[in-house]
T-cell receptor, first 114, second 119 residues
Framework: ETGVTQTPRHLVMGMTNKKSLKCEQH?????MYWYKQSAKKPLELMFV???????ENNSVPSRFSPECPNSSHLFLHLHTLQPEDSALYLC?????????????FGPGTRLTVT | AQSVAQPEDQVNVAEGNPLTVKCTYS??????LFWYVQYPNRGLQFLLK??????LVKGSYGFEAEFNKSQTSFHLKKPSALVSDSALYFC?????????????????FGAGTRLAVHP
């Protein structure tokens, strides 16, 4: 739909598991974002990559590890998560500083930590 | 400080009636403003934006928004609500480039307003 895909759409993992979330954008954008959306809390910006370089890390715990191998792909590696990490994880992309300005979002991965 | 406020957690409207979802912002310089909609278990979907020009901006699905500089507001409106408009709506403003120089379009989101349209 929006040119940003995320897999998997749903993920259930135990606290000792290691898993990865994948995001791919087909819009030719240069900036990619990870957001966390928890129930009844504002949208939280976690990480930003601009031209494959991490430009923002908003005090995210080290159990979340992002990776951006190129401008089209973004990963979020998860390990030893806590139940409070259960949330909808959204990936977004946008053009660099000049351009159409808006961000385009993927459908999200619903993560449940048991 | 840069911020976006959506003063209403929820807005209830009868189908066919006009709807307004409120948003106010605080940012230095000229504001770049956005509205997004989120349906259940989906990502945020871009609706419309104000960058410059006419204060009334038209977007997807019959929505429009009115930019009011003196009131620092960017309210989302629709003349006749549909039950299918029921969703979570987010207002956003681009971070002031004078205060943020990351080289990308960082958006500051409001907390969201849940719109419920009743038959």
């Amino acid at each position: 739909e929006t040119g940003v895909t995320q897999t998997p759409r749903h993920l259930v993992m135990g606290m000792t598991n290691k898993k990865s979330l994948k995001c791919e954008q087909h819009l030719g954008h240069n900036a990619m974002y990870w957001y966390k959306q928890s129930a009844k809390k504002p949208l939280e910006l976690m990480f930003v990559y601009n031209f494959k370089e991490q430009t923002e890390n908003n005090s995210v715990p080290s159990r979340f590890s992002p990776e951006c191998p190129n401008s089209s792909h973004l990963f979020l590696h998860l390990h030893t998560l806590q139940p409070e990490d259960s949330a909808l994880y959204l990936c977004a992309s946008s053009q660099a500083l000049r351009g159409s300005y808006e961000q385009y979002f993927g459908p999200g991965t619903r993560l449940t930590v048991t | 400080a840069q911020s976006v406020a959506q003063p209403e957690d929820q807005v209830n409207v009868a189908e066919g009636n006009p709807l307004t979802v409120k948003c106010t912002y605080s940012v230095s310089g000229n504001p770049y403003l956005f509205w997004y909609v989120q349906y259940p278990n989906r990502g945020l979907q871009f609706l419309l934006k104000y960058i410059t020009g006419d204060n009334l901006v038209k977007g997807s699905y019959g929505f429009e928004a009115e930019f009011n500089k003196s009131q620092t507001s960017f309210h989302l409106k629709k003349p006749s609500a549909l039950v299918s408009d029921s969703a979570l709506y987010f207002c956003a403003v681009r971070a002031d480039l004078l205060m943020f120089s990351g080289g990308y379009n960082k958006l500051i989101f409001g907390a969201g307003t849940r719109l419920a349209v009743h038959p």
